[in-house]
């Protein structure tokens, strides 16, 4: 008797550690078992307690190419899933009439937007000869100096550099520590525009790439100067040669008007344009003129379309060039100026 209670005891503790029956045992009982119909089958299942889950029947995918009609679903298309062991339920339901309690809805496809866009006019063309469209005008190029600093850079650049600025307190310290008498303060450089510009545009073959953005230049610097503190001029080559704003023939060699007015001559410094041009200047006359400006008391700044490294060493040393480009920056003119300032003190 205690025999038999103790193996009692061991099988209850057995099916604890295994834990409830599972559909996985169900299914393993009828793949061992193998029973003929479908009734032993759900007597085996009873048996072990587990229900069978009732089969829900699925429309098919019909896909979005279906025209939006009623045989959008095919009658008999949705077939129930196969359960191993059951024979019997792989046979195909009876076709299912639309909007029937199984759908509960009535099933009607769409078609959305508006339908494709209508053909060219060229394919309706039977000529050879396609039409020609006309278009709008070119954009115009973006200036080099563009905005919003393109104003400042150029505000900087026509600049007159002036020593009245903040007092210059290492001067005045220098001064004092050595004994001097200070009869006045001495001041930092500081730029202003009451000097007004003489502005001289290169006419050259070699600048001619250039000539919408010389257009918007002359134009920002008039909205920025008075109308009595800007001359603008031409030239061909070198302003030494003649300047003047009519024909040629009345040209004149350059003369400075007002002393202390800073000369901006935009132009190439004879980089671009044919070797064999006669209006390409050489660099002698281009050192001549540098040094007549500077014996008039006037500053000399050139505005050059092409970087530093295709600018003659020489030129840079008598005068102040300045990178006519968009990449320039307002740090960059106004360092150049300064340092132009200290070499011609």
């Known amino acids: 008797m205690r025999r038999k209670t103790s193996t009692t005891r061991s099988q209850k503790e057995a099916e604890t550690r295994r834990g409830p029956i599972s559909i996985g ?6 793949l061992d078992l193998q029973p003929r119909d479908e009734e032993t089958a759900d007597a085996i299942r009873t048996l072990l307690g587990i229900d069978r889950e009732p089969i829900t029947l699925s429309l098919p995918n019909v896909g979005p190419w279906k025209p939006s009609t009623q045989d959008a679903v095919a009658p008999g298309g949705a077939q129930p899933p196969v359960t191993t062991g059951s024979p019997s339920i792989a046979e195909s339901p009876k076709p299912q009439p639309q909007g029937t309690p199984m759908t509960g809805i009535d099933i009607r ?4 937007g508006s339908g494709p ?3 060219p006019v060229w394919a309706s063309v039977k000529s050879d000869v396609l039409p020609v469209t006309t278009r709008g005008k070119a954009p115009p190029p973006a200036p080099l100096f563009g905005p919003p600093r393109g104003r400042a850079i150029l505000s900087t ?9 903040d007092i210059d307190l290492d001067r005045v310290v220098d001064g004092l520590a050595g004994g001097q008498v200070l009869t006045s303060l001495p001041r930092l450089p ?3 525009l009451r000097r007004g510009v003489e502005l001289l545009i290169d006419r050259g073959s070699g600048i001619d790439p250039f000539r919408a953005d010389i257009q918007w230049l002359v134009q920002s610097v008039d909205d920025i100067l008075s109308d009595d503190r800007l001359d603008v001029a031409s030239f061909a080559g070198c302003p030494s040669r003649g300047v003047g704003s009519g024909p040629r023939q ?15 001559v935009v132009t190439d410094l004879g980089i671009g344009g044919l070797a064999t041009d006669r209006d390409r200047a050489s660099l002698v006359e281009w050192l001549r003129f ?5 014996e008039s008391g006037c500053d000399l700044i050139a505005l050059v379309p092409y970087e530093a490294g295709r600018w003659p060493p020489m ?14 920056s307002v740090g960059s003119v106004r360092r150049a100026r300064h340092e132009a300032h200290a070499r011609f003190q």
Do not use: Y
């Not at 496809?109 to 959305?112: F, H, I, Y």
């Not at 009345?250 to 901006?264: A, E, I, N």
């Not at 030129?315 to 320039?328: D, G, K, N, P």
């Open 25 to 30: 045992d169900g299914i393993r009982a009828i």
């Open 109 to 112: 496809l769409t078609k959305r």
């Open 117 to 119: 866009p209508p053909p």
């Open 157 to 165: 650049t026509l600049a007159t550099v002036v020593n009245e600025g």
């Open 190 to 192: 500081t730029l202003t």
């Open 250 to 264: 009345k040209w004149t060699p350059w003369v400075s008007k007002r002393p202390g007015t800073p000369v901006v």
């Open 290 to 294: 540098a040094h007549g400006v500077r």
């Open 315 to 328: 030129l840079s040393r008598v005068m102040t060039i300045i990178h006519w480009s968009e990449r320039t």
